[in-house]
C-alpha cells in the first residue's frame, strides 16, 4: 500500500526532531540496493491555503516513484524559517534533510556549513537548463549550495472594475499612481494603493526607482544612506501622507490581501506568488477583473527585486541520496510545468517556458519580461539579515516616526555594524 505524505503542522516540528528528521539515525536511508529507502523531511515556506496544497500533493508523487522513501511534509511560516533552520542546524538535531530557501538564505546558510554541496549530485539534473539569474543565488564560494525552484519578481495588482469606475490608466510613474489614486477617491470612495508597512522588500521597488540599492558588494560599500535611500524613504512617506495609500504596521500581509480581495483599495503590489490566494476574494470570482502591471517608475528608473525560493540539503542529513533525488524530483521539467499551471508560479528552467502549463498561464507570460530585469540583490551571507533593521526604519517612517533623513541614516549605521569593514 502506497503511504500518503505526513501533513504535519508547525506545532509538531520540532517534535519530529526525535523520530522523523533527516539528522536522526534510524530515518537514514539506503541504496545498497540500487532503490531508494527511508525518510526525507522537507520544511516548505509556501503560503498555506493554496500553494501548499499543491506541494504536498505533488510531493506524494515522489513516493509513487519511490515507494520506500516516506517524506515528512512540514509546513514552516515563511517568517520563521530562517532562524528555526538555523537554531535546529546550530543544535545538531531537528533540522530538516531538505528546506525550501529565500534565496537570500542560501549564501548565509552555506557560509555557516549547514548546506550540503551539490554539485556532481541527482540534485542538480541538467544543470545548464536553470535560468542564469536564478541559478546565481544557489552559488557560493565557487559551490552549488541549492537548486532554484522558482523565481519571481513584482508588479501592481489592480482591480479593472475600479479602475473603470473610476476612469482611469494604469499608473506608470509613482507621480501618475498619485494622480490615479486621487481620482480613484474621488470617483469611488476607495482608497487608492495598500502599501505594505511591516516587511521591508515591499521598500526595495521605490528604493530601485530613486536609482539606489542597500549596498554594493563589489565596492563593498553601504550605499541605502546615499541620496536616493533618502529619496525612496520620502517618496513612500509621501504616498501614505497624501492619502494615496494605506498602510499598516502589522499583519500586513492579511490586511493587505483582504483589503484588495474584498474591493476596498484598487492596487498592491505583490508577486506570482499572491495570484492563487488573491483569485480567492469576491472581488475575483470573475478571475478576468485582476490586472496585473509593472510597479511604477520612480524619478531615476523602473526595477522590482528578484526573488524566489531555493530547495537545499541539510549538510547533516543522514538520508542525502534520497534527499538529492527529492530536490532533482521538485525542481524537474515536469514539477515546474505543473506549478505554473495550477499556481501561476514562474519556472527556473527555460525549457519549461514553452509547455503548455506556462503558455497558457497570462501571470507567468506577464511576469516572465519582467524577472528578466528585475534587480538582483547582491548574494553574500548577511543579505537576508540586511531587513531586520530596513523595516524597523521603513515602518517608523510610514506611520511618522522618524524622518526619510533619519531612517536611512539608522539604517546604514547598522549595516556597517553588520558587515565589517564596509565603507
Known amino acids: 500500500m502506497r503511504r500518503g505524505i505526513t501533513a504535519t503542522a508547525l506545532v509538531a516540528a520540532l517534535a519530529l526532531a526525535a523520530t522523523a528528521c533527516g539528522s536522526d539515525d534510524e530515518t537514514g536511508g539506503s541504496k545498497s540496493s540500487g532503490e531508494l529507502s527511508g525518510t526525507v523531511t522537507w520544511w516548505d515556506t509556501s503560503t498555506v491555503g493554496s500553494e501548499d496544497k499543491v506541494f504536498k500533493k505533488i510531493a506524494e508523487g515522489f513516493e509513487k516513484k519511490h515507494p520506500k522513501v516516506d517524506v515528512k511534509y512540514v509546513n514552516v511560516p515563511f517568517g520563521e524559517a530562517q532562524n528555526k533552520f538555523k537554531n535546529a542546524a546550530q543544535a545538531g538535531a531537528g533540522a530538516p534533510d531538505v528546506i525550501r530557501s529565500e534565496v537570500a538564505w542560501t549564501p548565509e546558510f552555506a557560509d555557516l556549513g549547514y548546506l550540503a554541496p551539490l554539485d556532481g549530485t541527482a540534485a542538480l539534473k541538467n544543470e545548464k537548463d536553470f535560468l542564469e539569474q536564478a541559478a546565481a543565488s544557489t552559488k557560493y564560494k565557487d559551490k552549488t549550495y541549492a537548486v532554484p525552484q522558482v523565481i519571481d519578481s513584482m508588479g501592481i495588482f489592480y482591480n479593472k472594475k475600479i479602475f473603470a469606475e473610476a476612469g482611469v490608466e494604469v499608473p506608470a510613474s509613482i507621480a501618475d499612481l498619485k494622480t490615479v489614486s486621487k481620482t480613484i477617491k474621488e470617483k469611488t470612495g476607495k482608497t487608492g494603493l495598500y502599501l505594505r508597512g511591516d516587511d521591508a522588500y515591499w521598500f526595495l521597488s521605490f528604493l530601485y526607482g530613486e536609482g539606489g540599492d542597500l549596498v554594493d558588494a563589489s565596492s563593498k560599500s553601504v550605499t541605502v544612506d546615499k541620496p536616493e535611500g533618502v529619496k525612496a524613504f520620502e517618496t513612500v512617506k509621501d504616498l501614505v501622507d497624501s492619502g494615496a495609500a494605506k498602510t499598516d504596521a502589522t499583519d500586513g500581509w492579511e490586511n493587505m490581501q483582504s483589503s484588495f480581495k474584498d474591493g476596498k483599495v484598487a492596487m498592491m503590489i505583490n508577486g506570482p506568488w499572491a495570484v492563487a490566494d488573491t483569485l480567492t476574494g469576491k472581488e475575483f470570482a470573475d478571475k478576468a477583473n485582476l490586472g496585473i502591471s509593472p510597479v511604477p517608475a520612480g524619478s531615476a528608473s523602473q526595477g522590482a527585486p528578484q526573488g524566489g525560493h531555493n530547495l537545499a540539503v541539510y549538510a547533516g542529513s543522514k538520508n542525502l541520496d534520497a534527499s538529492y533525488a527529492f530536490v532533482e524530483y521538485m525542481t524537474s521539467v ?28 497570462e501571470i507567468v507570460g506577464f511576469f516572465k519580461p519582467v524577472v528578466e530585469t528585475a534587480v538582483e540583490r547582491p548574494w553574500i551571507p548577511e543579505t537576508g539579515s540586511l531587513f531586520a533593521p530596513l523595516v524597523t526604519e521603513y515602518t517608523k517612517v510610514l506611520t511618522g516616526q522618524t524622518t526619510p533623513e533619519k531612517a536611512a541614516s539608522t539604517t546604514g549605521d547598522s549595516y556597517r555594524k553588520l558587515l565589517k569593514g564596509w565603507k
Open 334 to 361: 515536469e514539477t515546474q510545468a505543473q506549478t505554473a499551471g495550477e499556481l501561476n508560479l514562474l519556472p527556473t528552467r527555460t525549457s519549461v517556458y514553452s509547455k503548455q502549463e506556462a503558455v497558457d498561464s
